[in-house]
């Protein structure tokens, strides 16, 4: 059973330029949360996303937007990339309405570099 | 509104001597609260994670965690460290519904032999 899968493993882009990164939930999951973690500290949340809608999102830009697919897969898009968008971007997987059995799984990310 | 602070950037022990990792919270609902793993260049691994059940709460690799509404704290304690601990752990705070994530700034655990 395959977990989490993130691509591309590392990407690097020049800024003002737009990325698409892409993320397959973990077998059975329905719901894709995204982080982004600059070097040196804890992932921040970027958004969530449950039947293909925007449940809920944290205090980022516009630039970042999203979508979700039937299959449950994802994907995280980035506009007019700034040399601060450099970081790891972690996607993770769960289950809606989990209650005590809830988890969340996370994929190893995606490294973006801006330059 | 929720938020997680983790009192220690770094904390280091010898191997054999106990682990604590402090951590506290806020919440305006009942929280539900995990402890992450992150070795480097790898993926978060979940601890242990505390849903309104049992307030101490046992996880992977010996490590438990004890959630006092009282203090507003959820520290991860291990009795004795081994080598392979050494990584970055990270306290996260998610409301009832688990639809947004809240992690600390996460502590860098270094184990000496």
């Known amino acids: 059973d395959a977990g989490v899968t993130q691509s591309p493993t590392h990407l690097i882009k020049t800024r003002g330029q737009q990325v698409t990164l892409r993320c397959s939930p ?13 070097l040196g500290q804890g992932p921040q949340f970027i958004f969530q996303y449950y039947e293909e809608e925007e449940r809920q999102r944290g205090n980022f830009p516009d630039r970042f937007s999203g979508h979700q697919f039937p299959n449950y897969s994802s994907e995280l898009n980035v506009n007019a990339l700034l040399l601060g968008d450099s970081a ?5 997987s769960s289950l809606d309405g989990g209650g005590s059995s809830y988890e969340q799984y996370f994929g190893p990310g995606t490294r973006l570099t801006v330059t | 509104a ?54 101490l709460v046992k996880g992977i690799n010996g490590f438990e965690a004890e959630f006092k509404k009282s203090e507003t704290s959820f520290h991860l304690t291990k009795p004795s460290a081994h080598m392979s601990d050494a990584a970055e752990y990270f306290c996260v705070v998610t409301p009832y519904n688990f639809n947004k994530f809240y992690f600390g700034s996460g502590t860098k655990l270094n184990v000496k032999p």
């Open chain 1, 26 to 38: 973990k077998s059975g999951h329905d719901t894709v949360s995204w982080y982004q973690q600059a």
């Open chain 1, 88 to 92: 790891l971007y972690l996607c993770a």
């Open chain 2, 2 to 55: 929720q938020s997680v602070t983790q009192l220690d950037s770094h904390v280091s022990v010898s191997e054999g001597t106990p682990v604590l990792l402090r951590c506290n919270y806020s919440s305006s609902y009942s929280p539900s609260l995990f402890w992450y793993v992150q070795h480097p260049n790898k993926g978060l691994q979940l601890l242990l994670k505390y849903t309104s059940a049992a307030t």
